[in-house]
């Protein structure tokens, strides 16, 4: 057997004129509405058009911790999920900001409509999230090799065969309230990859929007919390429910 490996590629990102919906912004943090469709950092597939790009033609200083395929970027949210994303322009900031978030100080909070009628009106799934055993895509609910995982909800509003809830984080896990939302059997609306393969909607993604975010500032302390509102697509869904009651 022989097996060809290829020099390393430095990869180079660049700058993209790109707009996007900033909602708050000083010398230390900046906080982004991401839009659905929009992946948050280049990767294997996706090297342009990504926040990042967008992010470095809008200011040259962000933070080089992750190095730079992903400057400035904390956290991140799906692809396909819209909202509130925060980014670090300093390393101290990064820093700072990497740590509430390790010891979940930081407000995340999302809107999700999903599938079928929540008999429980709030509750907290914590079940712990790994890889999938079969399918190494996806993530999944796992008795063995998993990492904890905690999501609090609520139902806001009740439809035919669907629900409206707010969930929010206190553990960041990857994808981790499409999975738990699946697990419970009310997976989000639109989540093609944990929810049925047969939508009602017309959708490019899952209705799941992060709309509320709150942290101490990593240089005063002050507390802040933003809220960005549903995206339009999502809000005309809602319309057409609230119809047929």
């Known amino acids: 057997i022989e097996i060809l490996i290829p020099k390393p590629v430095e990869m180079e990102i660049k700058a993209e004129d790109i707009d996007i919906d ?8 900046l906080v982004v509405n991401k839009p659905q469709g929009m992946v948050v950092h280049p990767a294997h597939g996706n090297y342009n058009g990504t926040l990042v790009n967008a992010l470095l033609n809008h200011c ?4 080089g911790i992750n190095g730079v395929i992903r400057p400035g970027i904390v956290h ?23 740590k509430q978030l390790k010891e979940h100080n930081i407000t995340r909070k ?14 907290t799934v914590n079940a712990p999230i790994g890889r999938h055993p079969v399918d190494r895509k996806k993530m999944a609910v796992v008795s063995k090799n998993g ?17 409206l809830i ?15 939302m699946s697990y419970l059997g009310h997976p989000v609306v639109g989540d093609m990859l944990y929810g049925f393969k047969k939508q009602k909607f017309d959708l490019r993604g899952q209705l799941l929007h ?12 002050e507390y802040l919390e933003f809220s960005a509102p549903i995206p339009n697509y999502f809000d005309q869904i809602l319309k057409r429910l609230r119809q047929k009651l």
């Open 76 to 98: 991140r949210i799906d692809k396909d999920t819209s909202g509130l994303i925060m980014v670090a322009k300093t390393n101290d900031a990064h820093i700072v900001l990497s």
């Open 22 to 29: 900033i909602v708050f912004e000083d010398d230390y943090i």
């Open 147 to 163: 990492r904890i995982a905690i999501t609090h909800y609520k139902t806001l509003e009740c439809f035919d065969n669907n629900t």
């Open 210 to 221: 992060a709309h509320i975010l709150g942290f101490n500032h990593p240089i005063t302390n």
């Open 110 to 123: 999302y809107i999700a409509l999903l599938e079928g009628r929540m008999k429980s009106e709030s509750g």
């Open 60 to 63: 040259t200083n962000l933070s």
């Open 166 to 180: 707010e969930a929010q984080l206190e553990t960041g896990r990857t994808h981790q309230i499409r999975v738990h």
